[in-house]
């Protein structure tokens, strides 16, 4: 059970790049993407985690270890992972690698996109996400297709309440201050390789997937 881990500032394109992997045989776990279903359904989890995701806060590391570990015990031995948004903390890293450690694991490769403030935001304040299957569109970067709705099911596409200004400077600075100590945590072990995300998405998912190559 082994794993790739994209690592980077929100909006940096984790989800886009992802997007190309799966073909290769990953599977895509987004932590955002679950806590997102957990609202959706109205689980108590959701209802708490949403509270904190409206303002840019992160979900207790416990809830989102918790999430993964159910994951990991119900999937084949031979999984390959691609973590989207996990782990963004210290205490998520290590427990990723206790986790996988027991499972006769370990992280393969660490993607970093590297990005700077302004692209962010301008890539969240344009991001535009459909309402059904959570295809991630960009109004001047990756518009879909369709003008009414989602190229993959007609559905509405919506902004994501966490995507106005304010929160998004919130996010970037609890990025800054939780996710980016992990940058040297993985570059200590050998793993980090970094993109430049500032490239067009088709640039950016080639760099990728020569890194993992
Ligand atoms: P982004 O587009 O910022 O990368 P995500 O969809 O990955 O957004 O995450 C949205 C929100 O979900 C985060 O701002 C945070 O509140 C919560 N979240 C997602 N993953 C984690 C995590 N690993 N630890 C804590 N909170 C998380
Ligand atoms: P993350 O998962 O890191 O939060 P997303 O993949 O959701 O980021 O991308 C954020 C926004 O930026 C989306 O609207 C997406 O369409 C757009 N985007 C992603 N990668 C690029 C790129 N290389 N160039 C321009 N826009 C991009």
Do not use: W
């Not at 609202?39 to 708490?48: A, F, H, S």
């Amino acid at each position: 059970m082994n794993a790739v881990v994209l690592l980077g500032p929100p909006g940096a394109g984790k989800g886009t790049v992802a997007e190309v992997l799966v073909d290769k045989g990953y599977r895509h776990v987004s932590t955002g993407d679950l806590l997102r279903e957990q609202i959706r359904l109205q689980t108590k989890l959701g209802l708490e985690a949403k509270k904190l995701m409206d303002q840019g806060q992160f979900v207790p590391d416990e809830v989102v270890v918790g999430m993964i570990r159910s994951l990991m015990e119900s999937s084949d031995m031979s999984a390959k992972f691609l973590f989207d948004g996990f782990p963004r903390t210290q205490i998520q890293a290590e427990k990723l690698d206790e986790l996988l450690q027991s499972f006769s694991g370990k992280i393969d490769d660490v993607v970093l996109l590297e990005c700077p403030d302004e692209v962010i935001v301008e890539r969240l304040s344009g991001r535009r996400t459909c309402t059904k299957c959570g295809a991630v569109y960009h109004i001047k970067y990756n518009p879909a297709e369709r003008r009414d709705g989602c190229d993959m099911d007609g559905c509405e596409l919506m902004q994501r309440p966490d995507d106005n200004e304010a929160t998004i400077k919130n996010r970037l600075h609890v990025y800054a201050e939780q996710t980016a100590p992990l940058i040297s945590y993985y570059t200590e072990q050998g793993l980090i390789h970094p993109v430049d995300a500032t490239m067009s998405i088709g640039e950016v998912r080639s760099a990728v997937l020569e890194k993992l190559g």
